[in-house]
């Protein structure tokens, strides 16, 4: 008797544990062992660092995205902020390698404006946030053509370059170890503990789920939204320096990040409209998008049909966790 | 179905806000202001006003299908890859051939109400957020479109292009059109069933599905309509461009847009309030502030910030007496 309780114990611990496995980290490793046997240089050590430092922009922007999702709003603007953040960067440092630092402290303090009034214009006026971020895409977008006068020119100083790009290489055992990884670590751990660890985290997960009865518990929610998006809109930040340090100055660096970004997380499980997701999820969410164009990339197929993967990918995930839900409630 | 006529709400213009006339006198003093501020005061004789009236209708029709989806509680962020996806279609398949035009219509018509169809499925089947849905779903289109074709594809006859450059007298057909399907879309909503169910569904979904609506064909048709009116824009933008490409729903971001001027209009973001009227003058607004920005002389970079934050002020006058928690 007692056995066979204590069977079935075990046998409901370990369906406990099966449905606590992130879903995405699971897809993740099959979309990333096929690319792997498509072309085994991804399984050696510098082929999962380099891969590593691939994922890092956009995993950034999903580990700042998690707060707005949860709290029930959306950041439509991340992805224009990132081609603010690299034409700007371009402009303010204007060649000069001693002007990097400044130009770094200027953009994370200009990110910080955009999500504040993001945060402002969703708690104090009350405006969805599609609309909200949507019209700050626009702005942003617009700010930033303006700023280059429509034709991104110049270069990025080397070390302003160095985050997304510099590598330290004999390293022992994995060789070669971007400081692209090092970033995205501190940003992932920081975030796992802003979200996971803090009451403001705690305050941001009882937002999403009921605002009404988190203001009644006594939370500012105001501070809460205005937080979410000042966390989101610097993260974006983040990603537009690294992204600086991959490819040259242009106009679109950051299109389409957005989209990319709340895919991500959805992908990992985060539900829109708020209350439920992990950093984790949202993490391994950006490593599945980013192994999944690499497989697109090795099939040959057409850049476009990345898209339509993308699509189908982000539906089968919602449609998937949306089924899930009903199931196990 | 008698049972379900209890729910049917009473007439939106009953419960709508006073959005739209103010919204048109704003447009309205805002066009004539500026041009007799800039001296133009030639945009204020019939040219002008048809000229201005032009600009609200790609824009338009694409919009009053979006304020179906949003009325119904949805929205569909799929139609600016509709619109692309039919343009090119229909030059593709005209080739610059008059006989071949009414084939062209009905295929692009087909397929966009198939693509509604699709969206629909997904959401209230699947039970997938209509945000990811839509967005999937143009992610999808906007790939398989891309995949074939990379320019301008065909060209559309010079018949067609009567379609956009044709006119009776000074009013040209595709205004004319425009204030035909408005007209259209506001007798539906206000004098049929499905109008009826369409507020009842975008009010309280799951109060509607108990009063015995099929809630789930509801949400269908409102992709349905919305899916069809970005297919017909799609048309008309092939007959005004003569030929379509892969980029101009993009290009227009008639998706954002579209959902803009909807909100603009007074209809609520979560379903069961709003109606077309507004819609059109959220457009308008937009028409004169391009015909505005233009008369001045406005370059095109500030004209995009300057968009971005009329979008958000333009919304907060409704939004900001809100009592309730928005996010």
Known sequence: MTLALDEARRRSRAIDAARRINIAAVVFLVFYLTVGVLQPTYLEPAGVM???????????????????????????????????TVI?????????????????????????VVGLINGAVVAYLRTPSIIATLGALLSVNGAAMMWC???????????????????????????????????????????????????????????????????????????????????????AVT???????????????????????????????????????????AVAGALTLTALFALLTLLGLPQPLKETAQGTILIAAVAFGAWRRRRVG | MSESQALVPAPAWRRGSA????????????????AFWTGQTKMLETDGVIGLLERMVALGIVALGQTF???????????????????????????????????????????????????????????????????GVGLILQGLLSASFTDFAGSVPREFQAVAYGSFGVVPYSVAALFVLAALASFVLWATRFGAHLYAVGGNAEGARLAGIRTDLVTTGAHVVCSLS?????????SRLRSGAPWIGRDGVYDLESI?????????????????????????????????????????????????AIVIAAVAVYTVRTRGHVA
Not at chain 2, 19 to 34: E, K, N, Q, R, T
Not at chain 2, 283 to 301: H, I, T
């Open chain 1, 50 to 84: 380099n891969f590593l430092r691939r994922a890092a922009p956009l995993a950034i922007l999903a580990s700042g995205q998690i707060f707005v999702l949860v709290s029930g709003g959306f950041d439509l603007s991340v992805g224009s902020l990132v081609t603010l």
């Open chain 1, 88 to 112: 700007g960067g371009s402009m303010l440092t204007a060649n000069d390698p001693s002007k990097t630092w400044w130009a770094i402290a200027v953009l994370y303090a200009i990110g910080f």
């Open chain 1, 149 to 235: 006068g429509g034709a991104p020119r110049g270069y990025l100083p080397d070390n302003f370059r160095m985050f997304g790009r510099f590598v330290f290489h004999d390293v022992p055992l994995i060789k070669i170890f971007p400081l692209a990884i090092v970033v995205l670590a501190a940003v992932c751990g920081l975030a796992y503990w802003g979200l996971h660890g803090t009451v403001f985290g705690r305050r941001v997960f009882a937002v999403g789920d009921n605002a009404r009865a988190a203001e009644l518990a006594g939370v500012q929610v105001a501070y809460v939204r205005l937080g979410v998006f000042v966390i989101s809109a610097l993260a």
């Open chain 1, 239 to 281: 990603a537009g320096v690294m992204l600086a340090g991959f490819g040259g100055v242009s106009i679109d660096v950051g299109l389409g990040l957005e989209l990319q970004a709340i895919a991500a997380c959805v992908v990992g499980g985060v539900q829109l409209m708020g209350g439920r997701g992990t950093l984790v999820g």
């Open chain 2, 19 to 34: 959005a739209p006339p103010l919204l048109l006198a704003g447009s309205i003093l805002l066009y004539v202001g500026v």
């Open chain 2, 69 to 135: 989806a949003i009325i119904a509680g949805s929205i569909d962020l799929s139609v600016a890859n509709m619109i692309s996806v039919a343009a090119v279609l229909a030059s593709f398949i005209m080739h610059g051939r008059a006989d071949m035009m009414l084939a062209a219509v009905l295929v692009v018509l087909a397929v966009s109400a198939l693509v509604g169809v699709v969206n629909g499925a997904i959401i209230s089947r699947l039970k997938v957020n209509p945000f990811i849905a839509t967005l």
């Open chain 2, 230 to 238: 970005a297919g017909v824009t799609g048309l008309y933008l092939a």
């Open chain 2, 260 to 308: 803009a001027v909807v909100v603009i209009g007074g209809t609520l973001l979560a379903g069961g309030r709003g109606g077309v009227w507004g819609t059109l003058a959220g457009v308008l607004l937009f028409a004169s502030l391009d015909a505005a920005f233009n008369m001045m002389g406005v370059s095109a970079y500030p004209k995009l910030v300057l968009r971005g």
